[in-house]
């Protein structure tokens, strides 16, 4: 099994200096206390609103003249789908095809179409939209890029660990969601490199937790049952190189609940003028839900997207 090493990272970083954003790590004066700093590291403010073209970009530049020729295929909730369509542009690679669950918030396939990539709806939920990709995969025989076990993209979302500890060294715990892994996968090898002692702490929905699932069983649960979720970037199962490096990256995985989701999204559109998918928005749920984890420490939250739709928008305010 392939592992992502700090220096993977590093070169991450070399490849999409420049191309993309720095983004803010703002204060939260709603959370934050005398003694407890909380930090939002706010992807959402991403291009494409998703920390997802990171990865995507590492992915597209790293691919070979005969791979760029056949063409790439992506599997996605959304984020996933319109980062490779970013960066397939950015890169000159013209054919680009991506396999999305019927589910997938509008908000979400304008921007694959808008980068010039085609959209194909398919499958009621990720694993089975994921399950009619593979087989068109096979036959098609284009390049296919994995938004979760795969290093180059694992590296590239990596290079938020490095800008977190640049930002504010003082930092101890970094919150970050769980979908298949590779975000914090490569948060963690950079940070936990540059600061060994540092908590990484993930957070899943109750309705589709399959990295605990898969830590508590010791099961690689690649598919994993999918309830009904406002957090359509977190289902599915888990990716192979996250599952074999979490033992090493993870500290511990929080599940919240998808009422605390909803709450999380809301507080963060009314206090904190952030709008954030609730996707995104599950660090401050789990913050909000066990506080005595966070106490007396400076922790990042990590705000993963922000790729909300206009509709459950305003349900959100509405509930609140």
């Known amino acids: ?38 930090y939002y590291k706010l992807e959402c403010q991403q291009k494409l609103k998703s920390f997802k073209c990171r990865g995507a970009l590492n992915k597209m530049t790293s691919l070979t003249p005969e791979q760029r020729a056949k063409g790439v295929m992506a599997i996605s909730s959304g984020n996933h789908g319109a980062g490779v369509a970013l960066a397939a542009r950015l890169e000159g690679v013209d054919q680009v095809k991506v396999y999305v669950p019927l589910c997938t918030p509008k908000a979400k396939t304008d921007k694959i179409r808008w980068n010039g990539a085609e959209v194909v709806m398919a499958g009621e939920d990720y694993d089975k939209c994921h399950a009619i990709a593979m087989e068109a995969l096979a036959r098609e025989g284009m390049t296919y890029i994995d938004p979760c076990s795969d290093v180059e993209v694992i590296a590239g979302q990596g290079t ?40 990484i702490i993930g957070v ?46 993870i500290d511990q995985v929080l599940v919240v609940e998808e009422s605390d989701i909803r709450a999380a999204a809301a507080f963060l559109l009314k206090q904190e003028k952030v709008v954030a998918e609730c996707a995104g928005a599950v660090g401050v749920a ?19 997207g922000g790729n909300l739709d206009a509709g459950l928008m305003t349900q959100l305010l509405t509930e609140a």
């Open 286 to 304: 789990a913050f909000r839900a066990y506080p005595e984890l966070f106490q007396g420490h400076h922790t990042a939250i990590v705000i993963t």
């Open 160 to 199: 938020i660990g490095l800008e977190i500890l640049e930002q504010q060294p003082d930092i101890d715990t970094i919150v970050v969601p769980i979908g298949g892994g590779g975000i914090i996968t490569g948060i963690s090898v950079a940070a936990k490199h540059l600061k060994p002692g540092i908590r």
């Open 204 to 249: 899943q929905t109750a309705t589709c937790p399959a990295m605990a699932a898969s830590l508590r069983d010791h099961t690689c649960y690649l598919e994993y049952p999918i309830g009904e979720t406002v957090c359509d970037a977190l289902v599915g199962g888990v990716g192979e190189i996250p599952y074999a490096m979490a033992e090493s990256c």
């Open 1 to 38: 099994m392939e592992q992502v090493v700090f220096e993977d990272v590093l070169k991450a970083r070399e490849r999409i200096a420049g191309r993309l954003p720095v983004t803010p790590l703002d204060l939260s004066m709603e959370l934050s206390d005398g003694q407890t700093q909380v």
